[in-house]
């Protein structure tokens, strides 16, 4: 299997994670010839992908490829700011975006957020260092707006690291993302989550490679903060930092460790101390909401 997997190329276990994801995506929630839109979307892209890296060089020219991915980015911005017309984040039967925007409503008028609810009734979930990160979108109005930013960011991270990244079929598979649409319309938070921790390890994997000291008490702090977003991360990080640790001294892996506990927690106490009871023991704290529905044998 090990033998197997080295034979593959990085970016063809990427493109099929990424058409698992997106194919069943289709499959689950299209309601009719499922099975034949899955299968074609499957070969668009396929095709597509192997199409551009076949005719890159042939094709598009140096000058070509820096507008390409301008004109993306311009496109599904135009596309993202027409969901947000079209179809009010109230009409939405996705909560995500009201457990962000109630939570900083009841904070920022002095009331434990945690006892906010969506506007489909229910308590919010998401860890306080995401909830405050997104006050300035609360001020804006819509969480749509958040995917505005995350996106510009995200761009301005393909250009700065171009020798790694491909930003044309990076954006291009991104634009043509049900998922990734979905992730829209809902206002859901999840992609742009996932895209600010994958810009962080970049940034830490480059600063690496650059043979720069780490300060690993510093690295520690900003992962647990990132922690303290989406518990979900435990897992892309946990494979990435503990490849990385075999190479550490002890005392660096203390510290970092050390340290990612204090970052995680840092957002935690000031909740914890407001109101202990609710936060640790309700049934629909936030810590329990985010493992209510995972099974510790699956989890290990």
């Known amino acids: 299997m090990k033998e197997l997997l080295s034979r593959l190329p990085f970016r063809l276990i990427t493109l099929l994670c990424y058409l698992l994801a997106n194919t069943l995506f289709v499959y689950k929630y299209v309601p009719n010839d499922n099975i034949v839109l899955s299968a074609g979307y499957f070969i668009f892209i396929i095709v597509g992908y192997y199409f551009y890296i076949g005719q890159k060089k ?44 109630n939570w900083a409503d009841y904070f920022l008028r002095g009331q434990y957020p945690y ?45 700065k690291f171009k020798e790694t990244f491909d930003s ?63 518990l979900f991360l435990v897992f892309p990080f946990g494979i990435y930092f503990i490849s990385r640790m075999s190479y550490w001294k002890k005392a660096d892996v203390f510290k970092f460790i050390l340290f990612s506990i204090l970052g995680f927690s840092l957002f935690f106490v000031p909740f914890i101390v407001w109101n202990r009871e609710m936060f640790l023991h309700f049934k629909f704290a936030p810590i329990y909401l985010q493992t209510q529905f995972v099974i510790p044998l699956i989890l290990v």
């Open 58 to 101: 042939v094709v598009f020219n140096k000058p070509l490829l820096k507008i390409i991915p301008i004109i993306i980015v311009s496109l599904i911005v135009a596309l993202i700011v027409f969901v947000k017309i079209k179809l009010p984040a109230t009409h939405v039967k996705v909560d995500r975006w009201s457990a962000l925007y």
């Open 115 to 159: 006892a906010a609810k969506t506007h489909l009734g229910q308590y919010p979930s998401p860890f306080p260092a995401w909830e405050f990160l997104h006050i300035p979108f609360y001020l804006l109005g819509d969480e749509i707006f958040a995917h505005i930013v995350m996106l510009l960011l995200l761009f301005y991270f393909l250009l």
């Open 168 to 230: 044309v079929i990076v954006l291009l598979l991104l634009a043509l993302s049900p998922c990734y649409w979905w992730e829209v319309a809902a206002r859901s938070d999840l992609m742009n989550n996932l895209m600010l921790s994958v810009i962080f390890v970049t940034f830490i994997e480059q600063y690496w490679q650059s043979k720069r000291k780490i300060n690993y008490a510093l690295l520690g702090l900003l992962t647990g903060i990132l922690f303290c977003t989406r």
